[in-house]
C-alpha cells in the first residue's frame, strides 16, 4: 500500500463517513481510523490480525509499501508461491495458470519466521560483507590518488632535472614529454575515479539495502518481508557480481607513473626525445573477501523449501542374481548400484565379486564383466556409456559394458571420498563420504558443493526426471 500525510478509513470511506486512518491490515488489505480499529480487534475473524500503524509503514521502501497480498486478476488472497515461476499466486492462478508446476509452496508456511530464517540473516551478512568490499576498494583507490598526486610531482622534478642538462635542445622534447605524462596521468586517474563513482554508487545501494533490511525486521510483516528481500537479493546480486569483477581484473593495480630519462651520454648520438612515461603495475593491496560457499550459493539462487511430488513405484520384474561361478569369488552377492542402459539393459554392481551383472528388460541374465576395483554406485552416461564408483579409490571410471572396457579416468585428490553417483544433462552429483553433494562436469571439475542437511551417516541420490532426490 502507499501512504501519504491524511489516509482516510476504508471501511468508513465506504459508508460516506470522513474518518483519519491511523492503522493497516495486512491481511484485510484496509486502512483503519481509531473506532474502525477498535472493532477489528475483537471481531472473530480479524481478532489475530497484526495491524500497523501509517507511520511505521511510511518507514518501509516503497516496494514493499506497494507489495500486493491479494492477486490483483481475482482479488484473492496470496495462497500459494510458485517456486518455478517465482511468484505469489492464489487459489484460482494455482487451478489456471499453475496447474502444470510441481513446486508450489503455502504461502502461510513460507514466510514463517522469514525475519528470523537463515536467508535473511545470510542477505544481511551478504550485506555487510559487500559493504566492507566496497569501502576497501574506495579507500585503496583514493590512496593510489594520492600516491599518483606524489608521483606526479616527482615526475615533474625530473623533467627540469633533465632539461636543465640537456637545456640547449630541449623546448620541443619537453613538450612532447609532458603530453606523454598528462594525457597518461589524465587516463589512469580517469580510470580510478570513473571506479570510484561506480563503487561509491554500490555503497549507497547497499547502505540503503541495510537500512531497508533493518527497517523490513522491525516493521514489515513476514509476507512483506519475503517478498522485499528477493528484490534486495537481486539489486546487492548485481553489486556483487560487478564488485566480484573488478577484483578479479586488473583495475585495483597500483599504477606507477614515472619518467626515464634519457641517458645523457646518448644526447649527441641518438637523442630522439627527453625521455618516455614508465607505468609500473604492482600487485594489489587489497583481496576480495569471499562468502562461504554454502552463503553465496543461497543469494544467487534462493532455495524454499518445496513439497516432494508423490512418486508411486512400481515393479517391473524381480530377480535372483547368480553368483560368479569363479573359485575366487564368494558365496554371497552384494549389489551396490544398479542403472538402466538406452536398450533397456539393467546393469548391476557387485561389490563382493569385483564384476558387473548385465541383464535384459526383461532381468534375463545376459552376460558378466569383471573387474580389476570393487564397484560401489553405477550411473548411466549415454549408449552403452556408464560411469563406476570404485571402492575406496578417489576417482570416477568411465566404461564401456560393450566393449568391456574403461575408456575415461577422473581422480580426485585424498579429501574427496566417492560414495552414490547421478548423472543429470551431462552434469556428475556425487555424495562425498556424507558429508554432502558435489556437482561435476563431465571432466571432473567441481562447478558447487553442498552441505548435507540430513542426520543419517550414508544417505543416497538419484535423479528422477531432472530432479535429484536424496534418502
Given at each position: 500500500?502507499?501512504?501519504?500525510?491524511k489516509?482516510?478509513?476504508?471501511?468508513?470511506?465506504y459508508?460516506?463517513?470522513?474518518?483519519?486512518a491511523?492503522?493497516?491490515?495486512?491481511?484485510?488489505?484496509?486502512?483503519?481510523?481509531?473506532?474502525?480499529?477498535?472493532?477489528?480487534?475483537?471481531?472473530?475473524?480479524?481478532?489475530?490480525h497484526?495491524?500497523?500503524?501509517?507511520?511505521?509503514?511510511?518507514?518501509?521502501?516503497?516496494f514493499?509499501?506497494d507489495?500486493?497480498l491479494?492477486?490483483?486478476?481475482?482479488?484473492e488472497?496470496?495462497?500459494?508461491?510458485?517456486c518455478?515461476?517465482?511468484e505469489?499466486c492464489?487459489?484460482?492462478?494455482?487451478?489456471?495458470?499453475?496447474s502444470?508446476c510441481h513446486?508450489m509452496?503455502?504461502i502461510?508456511n513460507i514466510?514463517?519466521?522469514?525475519k528470523?530464517?537463515?536467508?535473511?540473516?545470510?542477505?544481511?551478512?551478504?550485506?555487510?560483507?559487500?559493504?566492507?568490499?566496497?569501502?576497501?576498494?574506495?579507500?585503496?583507490?583514493?590512496?593510489?590518488?594520492?600516491?599518483?598526486?606524489?608521483?606526479?610531482?616527482?615526475?615533474r622534478?625530473?623533467?627540469r632535472?633533465a632539461?636543465a642538462s640537456?637545456?640547449?635542445?630541449?623546448?620541443?622534447?619537453?613538450?612532447?614529454?609532458?603530453?606523454?605524462?598528462?594525457?597518461?596521468?589524465?587516463?589512469?586517474?580517469?580510470?580510478?575515479?570513473k571506479?570510484?563513482?561506480?563503487?561509491?554508487k554500490?555503497?549507497?545501494?547497499?547502505?540503503?539495502?541495510?537500512?531497508?533490511?533493518?527497517?523490513?525486521?522491525?516493521?514489515?510483516?513476514?509476507?512483506?518481508?519475503?517478498?522485499?528481500?528477493?528484490?534486495i537479493?537481486?539489486?546487492?546480486?548485481c553489486?556483487?557480481?560487478?564488485?566480484?569483477?573488478?577484483?578479479?581484473?586488473?583495475?585495483?593495480?597500483?599504477?606507477?607513473?614515472s619518467?626515464?630519462?634519457t641517458?645523457?651520454y646518448?644526447?649527441?648520438?641518438?637523442?630522439?626525445?627527453?625521455?618516455?612515461?614508465?607505468?609500473?603495475?604492482n600487485?594489489?593491496?587489497i583481496?576480495?573477501?569471499?562468502?562461504?560457499?554454502?552463503?553465496?550459493?543461497?543469494?544467487?539462487k534462493v532455495?524454499?523449501?518445496?513439497?516432494?511430488?508423490?512418486?508411486?513405484?512400481k515393479?517391473?520384474?524381480?530377480v535372483?542374481?547368480?553368483?560368479?561361478?569363479?573359485?575366487d569369488?564368494?558365496e554371497?552377492?552384494?549389489?551396490?548400484?544398479?542403472?538402466?542402459?538406452?536398450n533397456?539393459?539393467?546393469i548391476?554392481s557387485?561389490?563382493?565379486?569385483k564384476?558387473?551383472?548385465?541383464?535384459?528388460?526383461?532381468?534375463?541374465?545376459?552376460?558378466?564383466?569383471?573387474?580389476?576395483?570393487?564397484?560401489?554406485?553405477l550411473?548411466?552416461?549415454?549408449?552403452?556409456q556408464?560411469?563406476?564408483?570404485?571402492?575406496?579409490?578417489?576417482?570416477?571410471?568411465?566404461?564401456?559394458?560393450e566393449?568391456?572396457?574403461?575408456?575415461?579416468?577422473?581422480?580426485?585428490?585424498?579429501?574427496?571420498?566417492?560414495?552414490?553417483?547421478?548423472?543429470?544433462?551431462?552434469?556428475?552429483?556425487?555424495?562425498n563420504?556424507?558429508y554432502?553433494?558435489?556437482?561435476?562436469?563431465?571432466?571432473?571439475?567441481?562447478?558447487?558443493?553442498t552441505?548435507?542437511?540430513?542426520?543419517?551417516?550414508?544417505?543416497?541420490k538419484?535423479?528422477?526426471?531432472?530432479?535429484?532426490?536424496?534418502?
Amino acid at each position: 500500500m502507499s501512504t501519504c500525510s491524511k489516509e482516510l478509513c476504508d471501511i468508513c470511506y465506504y459508508q460516506h463517513i470522513p474518518a483519519i486512518a491511523t492503522v493497516f491490515c495486512p491481511e484485510c488489505d484496509e486502512k483503519l481510523c481509531e473506532r474502525c480499529s477498535a472493532n477489528h480487534s475483537v471481531a472473530r475473524l480479524s481478532r489475530n490480525h497484526e495491524c500497523m500503524t501509517l507511520q511505521n509503514i511510511s518507514k518501509l521502501p516503497q516496494f514493499v509499501q506497494d507489495t500486493k497480498l491479494y492477486c490483483i486478476d481475482h482479488e484473492e488472497m496470496y495462497e500459494y508461491f510458485c517456486c518455478e515461476h517465482n511468484e505469489p499466486c492464489c487459489s484460482n492462478c494455482l487451478r489456471d495458470v499453475h496447474s502444470e508446476c510441481h513446486n508450489m509452496s503455502s504461502i502461510q508456511n513460507i514466510v514463517k519466521d522469514v525475519k528470523f530464517s537463515s536467508v535473511f540473516y545470510d542477505l544481511v551478512n551478504m550485506l555487510s560483507y559487500l559493504n566492507n568490499n566496497i569501502s576497501k576498494v574506495i579507500d585503496d583507490r583514493t590512496e593510489n590518488l594520492h600516491e599518483l598526486k606524489t608521483q606526479k610531482m616527482k615526475f615533474r622534478k625530473d623533467i627540469r632535472s633533465a632539461r636543465a642538462s640537456v637545456y640547449a635542445i630541449l623546448g620541443k622534447f619537453e613538450d612532447h614529454i609532458k603530453m606523454d605524462m598528462n594525457k597518461e596521468f589524465s587516463e589512469k586517474e580517469s580510470e580510478i575515479k570513473k571506479l570510484l563513482e561506480e563503487f561509491e554508487k554500490y555503497r549507497c545501494i547497499i547502505n540503503n539495502s541495510q537500512e531497508c533490511v533493518h527497517t523490513l525486521k522491525i516493521f514489515a510483516t513476514d509476507f512483506q518481508a519475503f517478498m522485499a528481500f528477493r528484490k534486495i537479493s537481486e539489486n546487492i546480486n548485481c553489486v556483487e557480481l560487478a564488485t566480484r569483477k573488478v577484483f578479479e581484473g586488473n583495475q585495483l593495480t597500483h599504477i606507477e607513473i614515472s619518467m626515464e630519462p634519457t641517458v645523457p651520454y646518448s644526447i649527441n648520438s641518438n637523442f630522439q626525445s627527453l625521455g618516455k612515461v614508465n607505468i609500473k603495475y604492482n600487485l594489489p593491496k587489497i583481496s576480495f573477501k569471499m562468502r562461504k560457499i554454502q552463503e553465496a550459493q543461497l543469494i544467487s539462487k534462493v532455495f524454499f523449501p518445496v513439497e516432494i511430488p508423490y512418486i508411486q513405484i512400481k515393479v517391473k520384474f524381480s530377480v535372483q542374481v547368480i553368483r560368479s561361478g569363479r573359485n575366487d569369488t564368494r558365496e554371497e552377492v552384494d549389489c551396490c548400484g544398479c542403472c538402466t542402459l538406452e536398450n533397456g539393459d539393467v546393469i548391476i554392481s557387485d561389490s563382493l565379486n569385483k564384476r558387473l551383472v548385465i541383464l535384459n528388460n526383461n532381468g534375463e541374465f545376459k552376460k558378466q564383466l569383471s573387474l580389476s576395483f570393487v564397484p560401489l554406485g553405477l550411473a548411466f552416461l549415454k549408449g552403452t556409456q556408464i560411469i563406476i564408483v570404485p571402492y575406496r579409490d578417489q576417482k570416477l571410471i568411465f566404461f564401456d559394458v560393450e566393449k568391456g572396457l574403461s575408456f575415461k579416468k577422473v581422480t580426485f585428490d585424498s579429501n574427496f571420498q566417492l560414495r552414490s553417483i547421478s548423472v543429470r544433462e551431462n552434469e556428475i552429483i556425487i555424495q562425498n563420504d556424507s558429508y554432502g553433494f558435489s556437482l561435476l562436469d563431465l571432466d571432473g571439475t567441481v562447478k558447487t558443493k553442498t552441505e548435507s542437511i540430513l542426520s543419517d551417516k550414508i544417505h543416497m541420490k538419484h535423479c528422477v526426471l531432472r530432479n535429484t532426490y536424496t534418502m
